[in-house]
């Protein structure tokens, strides 16, 4: 019902209370009470007298259908969720029924979006793609270090099929937009059988965040429609299950390596002098690409050193 209301609201003009009441079948009291959960999901509306409601921002709502036409290669399930804690733990849970398939979760608003490092994401409603995308594939969880990197490719690649320019990759797995992060990814994985895991790939991508969403970020940001202001989120969803779903057959098939050289080129800190910090590490060093393995390659003053992601984090030393 919320969700048939929403899409009613969603072109930001004014509806009637009894207009709305009609087409969802309730009383103008029972939409008045549904307008209510709209405070829950934090989605800012007006109610003016002889007018009725409106939604101060038109939204487009994600829809499947529009999702799947997108897709070139079908997935085995798609869901949308209105609001959840986090897509990643919704799917993590799932996981253990789901053995071999992939499956896809979206969510409207994240109310606990989880990022790296014990950090929170930003989630607000109906205004970015907050994407979990679930996987099995043969090996251990130590085989799989490379396929953070191979998501971040395929988020780059996604962004340049939807004809963005200027897509940089930070290691391990951070997506820039004009020198500006616009993605971040959360993988999260467990050992099923000795020769077999499921991994929960989570994929945050900025599309439009307001002055006050963007108040709880602290680091530089981009979103995609300050640069495509018409750009559709159900477009981008689709491109980039689809960008994702192709990308890990890749790395099923072939691993990490072909991918060298094309991360290289397009690392922001590639040749750049870089702080290495997490826990109670600091090196500083100059990155020389990536390895086979996707480990980072810094120079320092003890040589050559290989980098594993962890909870780690890449600043520039300027
Ligand atoms: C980062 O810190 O850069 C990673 C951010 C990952 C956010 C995404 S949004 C969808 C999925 N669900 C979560 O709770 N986190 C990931």
Redesign the pocket.
């Known amino acids: 019902m919320l969700s048939q209301l929403l899409a009613l609201l969603s072109d930001g003009r004014f509806h009637s209370g009894d207009d709305l009441g009609e087409a969802l079948g309730v009383s103008r009291a029972a939409v008045w009470k549904h307008m209510k959960k709209l405070d829950d999901l934090d989605i800012p509306y007006s109610s003016v007298k002889g007018k009725g409601y409106r939604l101060h921002d038109a939204i487009e709502l994600l829809d499947a259908e529009r999702i799947g036409a997108e897709l070139t290669h079908s997935i085995d399930c798609l869901d949308i969720l209105l609001d959840v804690d986090?897509?990643?733990?919704w799917l993590f849970e799932r996981a253990p029924d789901h053995l071999g398939k992939r499956y896809a979760v979206l969510a409207e608003k994240?109310n606990q979006?989880?990022?790296?490092r014990g950090?929170q994401?930003v989630?607000p409603f109906g205004k970015n793609i907050?994407?979990?995308f679930l996987v099995t594939l043969p090996g251990s969880l130590q085989d799989q270090e490379g396929l953070s990197l191979m998501v971040a490719i395929a988020v780059e690649r996604a962004l340049t099929k939807l004809g963005l320019a200027g897509i940089g990759l930070k290691w391990p797995n951070?997506v820039y937009l004009d020198g500006k992060k616009v993605a971040?990814?959360?993988l999260e994985g467990r050992q099923t059988q000795p020769d077999f895991c499921q991994i929960v790939v989570?994929?945050?991508l900025n599309v439009m965040l307001s002055e006050r969403d963007a108040e709880r970020i602290d680091q530089p940001w981009a979103a995609l429609r300050q640069y495509q202001p018409q750009v559709s989120r159900n477009r981008i969803a689709g491109v980039l299950i689809d960008q994702l779903n192709s990308m890990v057959d890749d790395f099923k098939r072939d691993g990490f390596e072909p991918w060298v050289k094309y991360w290289a080129d397009r690392d922001v800190f590639y040749r750049r002098e870089v702080l290495l910090s997490g826990g109670n590490e600091h090196r500083v060093g100059v990155v020389k690409g990536v390895n086979r393995k996707g480990e980072l390659l810094l120079q320092t003053e003890r040589g050559m050193e290989v980098v594993v992601a962890g909870e780690l984090s890449v600043r520039p030393v300027d």
Do not use: F
């Open positions: 986090s897509t990643n733990s994240q979006g989880r990022g790296r950090r994401w989630s907050y994407l979990s951070d971040g990814i959360l989570g994929i945050g």
